[in-house]
């Protein structure tokens, strides 16, 4: 007899022996899916490079063309949904643990965004369980390295809505050994989501645009079944149940048989972070247009009145004197439009009424406040009508033309809080009436993005606008935005819950701040487009020299659709959400700040640091020199103590090995380059006042390591 069948009726002795304890777990809920093995298998169909094998394990292709599963009929399984608890349970052996964005998928019957599930495996080998939402930078992880290239595991992904807190069991085993419990996890999203979406196992189903292509599973896949209860709790196997289907010989793969061939990992765009952890390093290119030294960022801001729109205004007005605001425009969305959805055109001067009354009052803590007669002057009402309507010429969309066509020097962002429609109403205008100006304005342009709000984007800038660099906070956004507390470290939520945000913004700090529409229970409620705008702010970090570099409106990488100048949201220690949410306290407590500024005299309120950096902030270093680093002669306007902090921001610089920063936590600091010709390294020195509330700026050293 062999080995294997050894074990497996040991352990099925054992789990009689310990099932007989949980009368529960030995009748257990019966099974919804049941797919991959060659006997008592849902129908499938099979979509792309997708093969079934004797034993019925699926085998799913490493390159194009890609494929995926669908179980039953190609619909949505009522069976699936209101599952108050369920358990995912399979084999899997990957042949490679590279991964489409968001993690490749494992089992999925989402609906885009909304009701159902979706299991993912990221490039580390771990798993994330996401119900009723995208797997996005949610923290529910298993311990990393738990699926191997070339190797069969059993997972198992138990899911509890009826506990509040460690409602997330994972378990993982092998061909010779029982699952064990990896880790529990705190992560409740309720029961599964009614109107979900068709069940596909290895890839996203058909009502996902681009299905099938990068995000698909590759390696093999055996025996995935789904449990599940609508009523309680016993859709959450326990660990005897769980090893029961383990041990199920009729349910386990061939492991004699050849694993597929095993292919790297570890794409082109990352860099390896402690041997598995992917972040999405800057590339060398510099093709970003600046301001002038000295200038403020010249932006025209587009929105289309939503809520978080609505809140982002309360931090945008405080911090008005940053930019030469030349616009802020009413747009559409295919959330909000005239009609639908729609706050009206009149929110904006009601907020600049407010600004109006802490006016003279603020513009005694900096330089550079326009007066409220001036923002008025520059609000307008753009292509409103509909979702994505652009054939009007409109006074919102004649104001980015008259800009974009002006002499000043230096780039304008163009912010789309809402739908880029207005814009592309702007740039259609230009290249009708102006294609002389074209180029020009190519390179002047940048349009910042939020989340892409409508199909104008996609279908005529992108196309029709080569060139013109194009920053999508197409997911980054929503680390602070509605479900910010799902996406933010726990140790952050003290800079977002209601006491802060009481104490800090809504009370005793004046007529505007006290309008923020915040959420009764959680505080802060969402402020999505914020980034869009926080991008802007210059507090030393340089983001605006270069997409990949990072700042407070989080950092970017190249999309990689055949068009170099759009980019999406890069990954920071394999978190597409870490480039936001690393700076909250900073500026979170530079937003309390400000809020002070509203109501306080000079001398009762806090002011930022200035930093003075001693020598170029570009170098060239050969491997072994040291460098010196120095922030002498950085003072504070208050008085106030400083603290000074050295860090490597090792997710955007190219080289991998490590280093030690001496006199980190001093105002001079050094350390010695590594020998890798040709990669860059960035350091980060902080400064922190010791003032109330304590606030922070910035100064980036760039080293590029020369030749030997």
Known sequence: MSDYRVWTLAFALLVALVGGLEAADRDGPKTIVRVGLKAGQAPVKYNGGIKQ???????????????????????????????????ICGWARPTSLRIGRGGNRIAFNLKYNKSGFDLVHNPRGGLRLAVNQWPDSIRNDSSIGKLQPGKWTFFAAAYDSTRKTENV?????????????????????????????????????????????????????????????????????????????????????????????????????????????PTDAADDIKDTTTPPAGARPRIIATTDGEIDDRCSMVRFLLYANEWDIEGIIYCSSKFHWKGHNWAGEKWIERDIDMYAKFYDTLRTHALGFP???????????????????????????????????????????????????????????????????VAKVTKKAIIY??????????????????????????????????????KIPRELHKYYDRAWMQENILSGHGPLCARYEHHSKKGFRSEGDSPAFMHQ??????????????????????????????WRGA????????????????????????????????????????????????????????????????????????????????????????????????????????????????IILEVTDDGDPPLT???????????K
């Open 697 to 707: 700026r910035y100064a980036r050293v760039i080293v590029k390591v020369a030749g």
């Open 169 to 277: 069991r994972w378990y993982f085993g092998g061909p010779k050994t029982p699952a064990v419990l990896d880790r529990t996890t705190s992560y409740n999203n309720g029961p599964t989501g009614k109107g979900s979406g068709p069940l596909t196992i290895g890839n996203y189903n058909e009502t996902i645009h681009n299905h099938g292509t990068d995000r698909q599973f590759r390696g093999q896949l055996h025996a995935v079944q789904i449990f599940g209860s609508k009523t309680g709790s016993d859709g959450a196997l326990s660990v005897a149940a769980i090893r029961k289907h383990q041990a199920d010989s009729d349910a386990q793969p061939d492991f004699k048989a050849p694993a597929p061939k095993v292919v790297a990992t570890v794409g082109p765009s990352l860099k390896p972070r402690d041997a598995a952890n």
């Open 537 to 566: 702010i210059l507090v030393g970090l340089r983001s605006l020299e270069h997409p990949g570099y990072g700042g407070w409106g989080g950092r970017f990488v190249r999309e990689g659709r055949g068009r170099k100048s759009t």
């Open 371 to 437: 007066t409220p007669k001036q923002l008025k002057a520059v609000t307008f009402v753009g292509n409103i009508d509909r979702v994505g309507e652009m054939t009007k010429v409109t006074p919102g969309s004649q104001r980015i033309v008259k800009i974009l066509l002006d002499d000043k020097p230096g780039p304008v962002y163009l912010q789309a809080w809402g739908g880029t429609n207005t814009i592309a109403r702007a740039l259609k205008t230009i290249a009708e009436k102006h294609p002389d100006q």
């Open 53 to 87: 094998g004797s034993d019925g394990t699926f085998t799913l292709p490493t390159r194009n063309p890609r494929g995926w599963i669908t179980v039953g009929a190609g619909k949505p399984m009522d069976s699936l949904e209101g599952l108050r608890s369920f358990t």
């Open 449 to 486: 993005i939020i989340l892409d709000q409508d199909k104008t984007f996609r279908q005529y800038i992108e196309p029709n606008w080569p060139g013109l660099q194009v920053l999508g906070s197409f997911r980054q956004f929503a680390c602070i935005a509605y479900s910010w507390d799902r």
């Open 571 to 682: 990954r920071d220690d394999g978190d597409v959400n870490k480039p936001i949410w690393r700076w909250s306290e900073a500026f979170e407590n530079d937003w309390a700040a400000r809020a002070d500024w509203c109501v306080k005299k000079r001398d009762q309120a806090n002011h930022p640091p200035k930093v003075k950096l001693v020598g170029s902030p570009d170098r060239t270093a050969k491997p072994g020199e040291k460098i010196t680093l120095s922030a002498e002669g950085s003072s504070d306007p208050d008085g106030d103590k400083l603290n000074y902090k050295w860090w490597r921001y090792d997710d955007v610089d190219t080289a991998g090995a490590k280093i030690e920063i001496t006199g980190s936590d001093k105002s001079a600091a050094s350390f010695t380059v590594p020998d890798e010709p040709g990669k860059t390294i960035h």
